[in-house]
């Protein structure tokens, strides 16, 4: 019995280093699909001005990589809309917002006004994307510290 | 994908009725004779839907809202307007299988030019039917012809000039003795039906019909090139052109009579340079997907003029 006490301690420890790694691989994975999904904005738009190929042949015909980042498992969708619908979405409620708009329209309007489209949410959503890069090591640095942190007392508490 | 098949037939390709909304379909269903095919369906904003089946038009009961006919737009475009800007401001959309849907509504205009089309008003789909038996008579009169000169095929709209072009080119790339032949599909239509492994056919879809006439003769080396709807200047001088490569044309143009169709300064400038060595005005059969030609030699067209 008197070994419970350090395995609970070694427990709390690994507890607090485990959710500090997990928290910071959310921020990368976070920041990583809002690059992830300047990216696609941008290949569709590239496709719309050279090529003007609808939106299903520009999703297929998208890098696989993007798509990962996106956190996409397939890119046999229709829309853009029904990509988002079926992504689980871990950038900011402002992006997640405009990606959505973006989605509704995209296909809506003729050529010319269909580009400015592209460009008016890439403008937006770019500096978000921005922020959380240039937030990025901060934040891990926060996330994987202040478990570690946590578990630290908890343990000096029950010592 | 909904097939509207009646007594075996198939009245609309499924790609279409897959698009329409099903209560058009359930009235088509119901209203097209037995032993008819439907040629062309016409749906309005706010107005009877119409069917023209045997030469007849047929009202339907069928209205669409602004809001079906807006979101029918968008379907036809896959979902992308964009990609079809072009198209839909010349007028037109081409679907699969060679279905041509016309379209008209509040046109966006600038510098002259449609640059986009809103509050779609009408939209006129011409259903392909294939015919794989027409067109002996133009196959023997471009042999006649020694292959040298062209014909040209004329008619007012509607009454079957694509659907014998695109007979006709399958004859002379196909059987014993094939052509190469150059089927210049601009509005994506001549291409139906034309896929078969056995033909000698190249075909350049969406291409300018004079830049495609000219590639087709200075690069392809055609034995025969096939276009549809002829008629302005610049494609006159670029056929003149093709001419003088000793490439002869199968062409269609819109036109009554001779001499309306003459009287046009591109048609002129064509029977001048004797591209065509005969003009066909072409007659649909009353009750019969067959037509009547009046056939007329360079020489006898020069002497009514």
Redesign the interface.
Known sequence: MHYFKPIGIVLILACGVMAGVAFAAFERRRCRQAEGFVALLRHIRLQ?DCF?????RILASCDGKILADCGVETAEL??LSALLAGTRLYVPEEMCRLLHDFGAQ??????????RCCDYFLERIIPICDRLRADLPKRERMVLILPMAIAAILVLMLL | MQNIVVNGRQLLPSVLAALLPSRLCREVEETVPSGDAVEELRLRRGRCASLTVAGRNLRLSTVLSGVEMDDLLLRLCEGSLYAHSETVCQGFLTLKGGIRVGICGRAGVSGGHVTGVSEVSSFSIRIPHPAPLLGEEIVHLLHRLSLTRGVLVYAPPAVGKTTLLRTVAARMAGGDRPLRVAVVDTRGELGYSLSSPALLLDLLSGYPRGLGISIAARTLSAQLIVCDEIGDMKEAKEIVEAHNCGVPLLASAHAADIRELLARPGMRLLHESRCFGAYVRLFRRPDAFDFDYDILDWEAADALL
């Open positions: 719309i003007s190929l609808p939106v299903g229709p829309d995209l296909g809506t309007s003729y050529r010319l006004e269909q580009l």
